[in-house]
């Protein structure tokens, strides 16, 4: 059974920084490209960062470019999402996800992945 389980939310005031964790079991993704998304309350869920299959290629929404890193540890079958000067507007439910299908995609529509996580929930405070 294919699983993406997150990890590493919390609450936190405004400036501070957190690393959320997506661990991947029962297949490798060693070769699949993989994203982070996010969903406040109320509102549709979107893209936060994208990592293609060996960490070489990254992709940010504007609204988290240069404070956010993503990356991955294909060893551990891991995907990393490091926030740094977090914002109150950052809070949302976090999700990572997994595309398998080959050919060209959109890596910013949560359409094209196969493969998502639970969820893991980060609350900024001002």
């Known amino acids: 059974q294919v699983q993406l389980v997150e990890s590493g939310g919390g609450f936190l005031q405004a400036g501070a920084s957190l690393r959320l964790s997506c661990a991947a079991s029962?297949?490798?993704?060693?070769?699949?490209?993989m994203g982070w998304f996010r969903q406040a309350p109320g509102k549709e869920r979107v893209f936060v960062a994208h990592?293609?299959?060996?960490?070489?290629?990254?992709y940010y929404a504007d609204s988290v470019k240069g404070r956010f890193t993503i990356a991955r540890d294909n060893a551990k079958n891991t995907i990393y999402l490091q926030m740094n000067s977090l914002k109150p507007e950052d809070t949302a439910v976090y999700y990572c996800?997994?595309?398998?299908?080959?050919?060209?995609?959109?890596?910013?529509?949560?359409?094209?992945?196969?493969?998502w996580g639970q969820g893991t929930q980060v609350t900024v405070s001002s």
């Open positions: 996800a997994a595309r398998m299908t080959r050919g060209s995609y959109l890596p910013s529509s949560p359409r094209v992945y196969d493969y």
């Open positions: 029962g297949r490798t993704f060693s070769s699949n490209p």
């Open positions: 990592i293609n299959w060996d960490g070489g290629d990254t």
